[in-house]
Nanobody, 117 residues
Framework: QVQLVESGGGLVQAGGSLRLSCAASGSIFSINLMGWYRQAPGKQRELVAVITSGGITNYADSVKGRFTISRDNTKNSVYLQMNSLNPEDTAVYYC???????????WGQGTQVTVSS
């Protein structure tokens, strides 16, 4: 059983920062891609940022220059540093992990990020 445990969400004022963490545990091997998605009320879930096992990153245009994704392969963990937050960033943020060459995919339970104006 694979489990993704997220932490770090919360309420912050516009212009503030938050750091999300996600740790994968259980029978998981050969983690390839790790990433963060978000879903705002009434909207579809969207990609925020992903990072490969080699450290190559990709970001949604809306967060480029403000968010930074990183990972610690020794801890099977992925992080999202979010700076210059604005109300449009308000959403539930989900951790996503793909392993086994992408054959397996896992999701975290989600963590709420709320940015007040």
């Amino acid at each position: 059983q694979v489990q993704l445990v997220e932490s770090g969400g919360g309420l912050v004022q516009a212009g503030g920062s938050l750091r999300l963490s996600c740790a994968a545990s259980g029978s998981i091997f050969s983690i390839n891609l790790m990433g963060w998605y978000r879903q705002a009320p009434g909207k579809q879930r969207e990609l925020v940022a992903v990072i490969t096992s080699g450290g190559i990153t990709n970001y949604a245009d809306s967060v480029k220059g403000r968010f930074t994704i990183s990972r610690d392969n020794t801890k099977n963990s992925v992080y999202l540093q979010m700076n210059s937050l604005n109300p449009e960033d308000t959403a539930v943020y989900y951790c996503n992990v793909r392993s086994g060459g992408g054959f397996y995919e896992y999701w975290g339970q989600g963590t709420q990020v709320t940015v007040s104006s």
